[in-house]
Protein backbone atom coordinates (compact mmCIF):
# COMPACT_ATOMS: atom_id res chain seq x y z
CA UNK A 1 0.00 0.00 0.00
CA UNK A 2 0.99 3.95 -0.89
CA UNK A 3 1.21 5.89 1.77
CA UNK A 4 0.73 10.08 1.64
CA UNK A 5 1.06 12.67 4.48
CA UNK A 6 -2.55 14.61 5.63
CA UNK A 7 -1.68 18.28 3.81
CA UNK A 8 -4.59 21.07 4.03
CA UNK A 9 -7.22 20.67 1.26
CA UNK A 10 -8.17 23.82 -1.30
CA UNK A 11 -11.87 24.77 -0.64
CA UNK A 12 -12.67 25.07 -4.26
CA UNK A 13 -16.61 24.60 -5.28
CA UNK A 14 -16.87 22.11 -7.56
CA UNK A 15 -20.93 22.20 -8.02
CA UNK A 16 -20.59 25.06 -11.13
CA UNK A 17 -18.28 22.96 -13.45
CA UNK A 18 -20.97 20.06 -12.78
CA UNK A 19 -23.82 21.73 -13.32
CA UNK A 20 -22.32 22.98 -16.84
CA UNK A 21 -23.40 21.84 -19.97
CA UNK A 22 -20.62 22.15 -22.74
CA UNK A 23 -21.84 22.31 -26.52
CA UNK A 24 -20.17 20.32 -29.17
CA UNK A 25 -17.06 21.81 -30.35
CA UNK A 26 -15.84 23.18 -26.81
CA UNK A 27 -13.91 22.08 -23.41
CA UNK A 28 -14.49 22.82 -20.28
CA UNK A 29 -11.48 22.69 -17.51
CA UNK A 30 -10.77 23.92 -14.13
CA UNK A 31 -7.32 23.27 -12.08
CA UNK A 32 -8.33 22.71 -8.63
CA UNK A 33 -5.17 22.74 -6.41
CA UNK A 34 -1.63 24.00 -6.49
CA UNK A 35 -0.40 20.64 -8.34
CA UNK A 36 -2.03 18.96 -11.51
CA UNK A 37 -5.87 18.32 -10.36
CA UNK A 38 -7.61 18.96 -13.26
CA UNK A 39 -11.23 18.40 -14.70
CA UNK A 40 -11.96 18.26 -17.95
CA UNK A 41 -15.63 18.06 -19.46
CA UNK A 42 -16.17 17.67 -22.76
CA UNK A 43 -20.08 17.30 -24.03
CA UNK A 44 -20.71 13.86 -23.08
CA UNK A 45 -17.45 13.47 -20.60
CA UNK A 46 -16.33 14.60 -17.40
CA UNK A 47 -12.56 12.79 -16.88
CA UNK A 48 -10.09 14.32 -13.46
CA UNK A 49 -7.03 14.14 -13.18
CA UNK A 50 -4.68 13.36 -10.32
CA UNK A 51 -7.25 14.18 -8.04
CA UNK A 52 -6.15 14.94 -4.68
CA UNK A 53 -6.41 18.14 -2.33
CA UNK A 54 -10.55 17.54 -2.85
CA UNK A 55 -12.39 18.06 0.46
CA UNK A 56 -14.19 15.02 1.54
CA UNK A 57 -17.82 16.95 1.44
CA UNK A 58 -16.91 18.05 -2.04
CA UNK A 59 -16.22 14.68 -3.38
CA UNK A 60 -19.73 13.53 -3.88
CA UNK A 61 -20.64 16.36 -6.40
CA UNK A 62 -18.23 15.43 -9.04
CA UNK A 63 -19.30 12.36 -11.54
CA UNK A 64 -16.43 11.78 -13.25
CA UNK A 65 -15.98 8.62 -16.47
CA UNK A 66 -12.48 8.70 -16.22
CA UNK A 67 -9.95 9.26 -13.52
CA UNK A 68 -6.28 9.48 -14.97
CA UNK A 69 -3.36 8.98 -12.47
CA UNK A 70 0.22 9.66 -13.24
CA UNK A 71 2.03 8.78 -10.32
CA UNK A 72 2.53 7.62 -7.23
CA UNK A 73 3.42 10.65 -5.59
CA UNK A 74 1.42 12.19 -2.27
CA UNK A 75 0.40 15.53 -4.51
CA UNK A 76 -0.56 13.33 -7.51
CA UNK A 77 -2.32 9.89 -5.97
CA UNK A 78 -4.88 9.59 -3.10
CA UNK A 79 -6.76 6.42 -3.18
CA UNK A 80 -8.94 7.46 -0.07
CA UNK A 81 -10.10 10.54 -3.37
CA UNK A 82 -10.08 8.03 -6.05
CA UNK A 83 -12.60 5.77 -3.88
CA UNK A 84 -14.59 8.60 -3.02
CA UNK A 85 -15.05 9.41 -6.52
CA UNK A 86 -15.93 6.18 -7.86
CA UNK A 87 -19.29 5.82 -9.50
CA UNK A 88 -20.51 2.61 -11.36
CA UNK A 89 -19.42 3.96 -14.61
CA UNK A 90 -15.78 5.75 -13.51
CA UNK A 91 -12.81 4.25 -15.34
CA UNK A 92 -9.69 4.47 -13.67
CA UNK A 93 -6.17 4.40 -15.49
CA UNK A 94 -2.69 4.43 -14.45
CA UNK A 95 0.73 3.68 -14.33
CA UNK A 96 0.82 -0.51 -13.33
CA UNK A 97 2.12 -0.27 -9.89
CA UNK A 98 -0.83 2.10 -8.78
CA UNK A 99 -3.06 -0.45 -10.38
CA UNK A 100 -1.57 -2.64 -8.31
CA UNK A 101 -2.66 -0.63 -5.31
CA UNK A 102 -6.32 -0.22 -6.53
CA UNK A 103 -6.51 -3.58 -7.25
CA UNK A 104 -9.64 -4.93 -4.76
CA UNK A 105 -11.03 -1.53 -4.28
CA UNK A 106 -11.80 -0.40 -8.14
CA UNK A 107 -13.43 -3.19 -9.95
CA UNK A 108 -11.12 -5.23 -12.67
CA UNK A 109 -13.39 -4.32 -15.70
CA UNK A 110 -12.82 -0.80 -15.24
CA UNK A 111 -9.43 -0.58 -13.72
CA UNK A 112 -6.80 0.32 -16.77
CA UNK A 113 -3.18 -0.17 -16.50
CA UNK A 114 -1.18 2.30 -18.60
CA UNK A 115 2.22 2.79 -19.89
CA UNK A 116 4.28 5.13 -22.05
CA UNK A 117 2.02 4.59 -25.53
CA UNK A 118 -1.06 3.20 -24.78
CA UNK A 119 -4.49 4.18 -25.62
CA UNK A 120 -7.75 4.08 -23.71
CA UNK A 121 -11.01 4.69 -25.43
CA UNK A 122 -14.74 5.53 -23.76
CA UNK A 123 -17.13 6.13 -26.53
CA UNK A 124 -15.59 8.72 -28.78
CA UNK A 125 -13.27 10.35 -25.83
CA UNK A 126 -9.41 9.05 -25.93
CA UNK A 127 -6.81 9.37 -24.15
CA UNK A 128 -2.96 8.32 -24.98
CA UNK A 129 -0.22 8.02 -22.22
CA UNK A 130 2.81 9.66 -22.69
CA UNK A 131 6.03 9.94 -21.03
CA UNK A 132 7.51 12.13 -18.62
CA UNK A 133 10.83 12.75 -17.20
CA UNK A 134 9.98 12.74 -12.93
CA UNK A 135 11.41 10.98 -10.40
CA UNK A 136 8.88 7.77 -10.21
CA UNK A 137 9.13 3.95 -11.20
CA UNK A 138 6.77 5.13 -14.61
CA UNK A 139 5.36 8.77 -14.41
CA UNK A 140 2.95 9.34 -17.38
CA UNK A 141 1.66 12.98 -19.05
CA UNK A 142 -1.39 12.13 -21.53
CA UNK A 143 -2.75 13.79 -24.60
CA UNK A 144 -6.81 13.67 -24.15
CA UNK A 145 -8.91 13.86 -27.51
CA UNK A 146 -12.71 15.19 -27.17
CA UNK A 147 -15.49 14.12 -29.69
CA UNK A 148 -14.93 16.85 -31.64
CA UNK A 149 -10.77 16.00 -31.90
CA UNK A 150 -9.94 19.11 -29.59
CA UNK A 151 -6.51 17.45 -28.65
CA UNK A 152 -4.71 18.43 -24.57
CA UNK A 153 -1.55 17.58 -23.94
CA UNK A 154 -1.36 17.76 -19.72
CA UNK A 155 2.19 17.49 -19.10
CA UNK A 156 1.35 16.76 -15.32
CA UNK A 157 4.62 17.75 -13.14
CA UNK A 158 7.20 16.65 -15.88
CA UNK A 159 10.75 18.21 -16.35
CA UNK A 160 10.66 19.50 -19.80
CA UNK A 161 12.57 16.78 -22.40
CA UNK A 162 13.56 16.29 -25.90
CA UNK A 163 10.49 13.92 -26.71
CA UNK A 164 8.26 17.07 -26.71
CA UNK A 165 9.12 17.67 -30.03
CA UNK A 166 7.93 14.71 -31.29
CA UNK A 167 4.53 15.09 -28.97
CA UNK A 168 3.75 18.31 -30.31
CA UNK A 169 4.52 17.02 -33.85
CA UNK A 170 2.50 13.40 -33.83
CA UNK A 171 -0.89 15.65 -31.99
CA UNK A 172 -0.85 18.53 -33.46
CA UNK A 173 -1.71 20.42 -29.95
CA UNK A 174 -4.61 22.97 -29.57
CA UNK A 175 -3.83 22.96 -25.74
CA UNK A 176 -0.68 22.03 -23.63
CA UNK A 177 -0.70 22.20 -19.61
CA UNK A 178 3.27 22.72 -18.52
CA UNK A 179 4.17 22.85 -14.97
CA UNK A 180 6.27 25.94 -14.16
CA UNK A 181 7.06 25.54 -10.55
CA UNK A 182 7.41 22.97 -7.35
CA UNK A 183 8.14 20.10 -8.95
CA UNK A 184 12.05 19.10 -9.35
CA UNK A 185 13.61 20.80 -13.00
CA UNK A 186 10.33 22.86 -13.51
CA UNK A 187 10.37 26.65 -13.62
CA UNK A 188 8.79 29.55 -16.10
CA UNK A 189 11.91 29.17 -18.23
CA UNK A 190 11.39 25.29 -18.41
CA UNK A 191 7.42 26.12 -19.45
CA UNK A 192 8.25 28.34 -21.55
CA UNK A 193 11.24 25.78 -23.42
CA UNK A 194 8.66 23.15 -23.38
CA UNK A 195 5.57 25.33 -25.17
CA UNK A 196 8.41 25.78 -27.68
CA UNK A 197 8.90 21.86 -28.52
CA UNK A 198 5.37 21.25 -28.62
CA UNK A 199 3.93 24.39 -30.06
CA UNK A 200 0.15 24.01 -28.61
CA UNK A 201 -2.04 27.00 -30.41
CA UNK A 202 -3.15 27.92 -26.88
CA UNK A 203 -0.21 27.35 -23.29
CA UNK A 204 -1.54 26.85 -19.98
CA UNK A 205 0.83 27.01 -17.18
CA UNK A 206 0.21 25.12 -13.81
CA UNK A 207 1.77 22.93 -10.87
CA UNK A 208 3.13 26.24 -9.30
CA UNK A 209 2.42 28.52 -6.29
CA UNK A 210 3.96 31.71 -8.52
CA UNK A 211 5.99 32.46 -11.58
CA UNK A 212 2.37 32.63 -14.10
CA UNK A 213 3.27 36.28 -15.13
CA UNK A 214 6.63 35.54 -15.83
CA UNK A 215 5.54 32.89 -17.76
CA UNK A 216 3.47 34.77 -19.80
CA UNK A 217 6.01 37.31 -20.72
CA UNK A 218 7.96 35.20 -21.88
CA UNK A 219 5.62 33.15 -24.07
CA UNK A 220 4.58 36.69 -25.39
CA UNK A 221 8.67 37.61 -26.07
CA UNK A 222 9.78 33.93 -27.40
CA UNK A 223 7.10 32.93 -29.31
CA UNK A 224 4.10 35.50 -30.08
CA UNK A 225 2.30 32.99 -32.26
CA UNK A 226 0.80 31.21 -28.94
CA UNK A 227 -2.09 32.46 -26.71
CA UNK A 228 -1.98 31.99 -23.08
CA UNK A 229 -4.93 31.40 -20.29
CA UNK A 230 -3.77 32.09 -17.12
CA UNK A 231 -5.86 30.33 -14.80
CA UNK A 232 -7.45 30.56 -11.20
CA UNK A 233 -7.73 27.60 -9.25
CA UNK A 234 -11.41 27.09 -8.99
CA UNK A 235 -11.90 29.16 -11.99
CA UNK A 236 -13.71 27.69 -14.93
CA UNK A 237 -12.47 28.13 -18.50
CA UNK A 238 -13.92 27.15 -21.72
CA UNK A 239 -12.34 26.45 -24.89
CA UNK A 240 -13.63 26.02 -28.68
CA UNK A 241 -11.97 25.12 -31.20
CA UNK A 242 -11.65 27.06 -34.07
Do not use: C
Not at 30 to 38: A, L, P, T
Not at 87 to 114: F, N, Q, Y
Not at 202 to 229: M, N, Y
Amino acid sequence: MIFMPIFKRENIDFSPIEKLGVSAGTVAMMWFNKYSGFIFKTPTKEIIVDPVDIQSDARGILNPDIIFISHEHFDHYDPRVIKDLLRDKTHVLAPPHITRDLSGIIPVDRLHEMKPGDEFKLEDVKIIAEKAQHPSPLPLTMVLFTEDDIRIYHAIDSMTFSDMRNIGEKYGLDIAIVPIGIAPGTSPEEGVRAIELLKPKLAIPHHATGGFEKFEKLIKQKLPGIQVKILKKGEIYTYTKG
